[in-house]
């Protein structure tokens, strides 16, 4: 291989640009399993939750952009589509918090039914509705941060993304924010940690697993909307690839901190672009024959289960995590 193709200042600032637009979803998603597991309940989930809120958003974002109106007003499909994201997601979080907290069903279980709704259900309306590959939105453009932009190396790296990747960013800075900031936050955890003694204390516990069950899944949604409505700006079955389960290894890999949540998802995207960029080298620029794509593909996911191997002894799992409360019980 020649290494100083590779090594060029060109592909590595084009690869840690495209690693943080990669990184995205898996950290919407991460994020949101945090919240949810601090409360105590364990969504394994995702997977489903990120392709229905992705289809979901999809859907709606190309309705929006192909009805009378839509050529007037472009931007409405993205953000209406956003925000379907979000509602879809929420709406399968609701039926796992009935699941899981009213019916305390078991979580473990609860979750796999989840993903097989999920994806069952997308596969489903997909071809329904569309019937075939072609569909696709209009998405969002780059939109450069004025003057930060220019900056050498940095500002074509960190400011050169759509407003979702900015927002999404914020998103993390206000969900670490609200869980170790704030009596919210802090109840959150009390439920996750000792549900009994938090609601001796006048904590509603199903209440507040409800919320934390709403916000995580919303979050995945959202992660799943920008995948389909955004980046790709199409959507097809199985188009997660799996991102819903590494956002659940992460979360243990991260410690249950949105912070570490976040840099578990920038090493994912950064193996991700790598792939990619690998592959997009055409064998006379590498030799024909140097990489087998097949490492390329399986790269991402082999170093998440590297990563976390290496801290699941590190752990501060919450308590009370998968155990549902019984009032009374302690």
């Known amino acids: 291989m020649q290494w100083d193709l590779v090594l060029s200042w060109s592909f590595l600032i084009a690869l840690v640009t495209a690693g943080i637009r990669l990184a995205v979803p898996v950290m919407l998603a991460t994020v949101g399993e945090v919240v949810t597991e601090r409360s105590g309940i364990v969504n ?47 709406l399968l979080g609701l039926v796992l918090a009935v699941l899981c907290v009213t019916l305390r069903a078991d979580q473990v279980v ?20 569309f019937s075939s590959l072609t569909a696709r939105v209009a998405g969002l453009d780059a939109w450069p941060v004025p003057g930060l932009s220019r900056i050498p190396v940095l500002g074509e790296i960190l400011f050169d993304h759509d407003a979702l990747t900015y927002i999404s960013f914020i998103l993390i800075a206000v969900v670490w924010f609200l869980l170790f900031q704030t009596t919210w936050g802090q109840q959150i955890r009390a439920v996750g940690e000792h549900p009994a003694a938090a609601d001796t204390s006048g904590v509603n516990v199903n209440r507040t697993r409800y919320i934390a069950i709403l916000i995580g899944t919303g979050l995945a949604g959202l992660g799943g909307a920008v995948l389909t409505v955004v980046q790709l700006r199409l959507f097809r079955e199985g188009i997660t690839a799996g991102k819903g389960w590494i956002a659940v290894a992460l979360v243990i890999f991260a410690r249950w901190r949105p912070e570490l949540a976040l840099l578990g998802a920038l090493l994912f995207g950064l193996a991700d672009s790598l792939q990619y960029r690998i592959q997009a080298l055409d064998t006379s620029q590498l030799g024909a024959g140097t990489i087998p794509y097949e490492f390329l593909l399986m ?32």
Do not use: C, H
Not at 115 to 129: A, F, N
Not at 300 to 314: A, D, E, G, Q, S
């Open 110 to 129: 609860s979750g796999v039914t989840l993903v097989l709704l999920g994806v069952g259900l997308t596969s489903y309306l997909y071809r329904q509705q």
């Open 44 to 90: 394994l989930g995702l997977e489903g939750v990120m392709i229905s809120g992705g289809l979901a958003g999809f859907m709606t974002a190309y309705y929006v952009e192909n009805s009378a109106w839509g050529p007037a007003v472009p931007w409405a499909g993205v953000w209406l589509g956003i925000a379907a994201g979000v509602l879809g997601g929420m």
């Open 299 to 330: 790269l991402p996911y082999v170093l998440t289960l590297i990563v976390l191997l290496v801290r699941v002894r590190k752990t501060d799992t919450p308590a009370a995590l998968g155990r549902p409360y019984v009032k009374g019980e302690r």
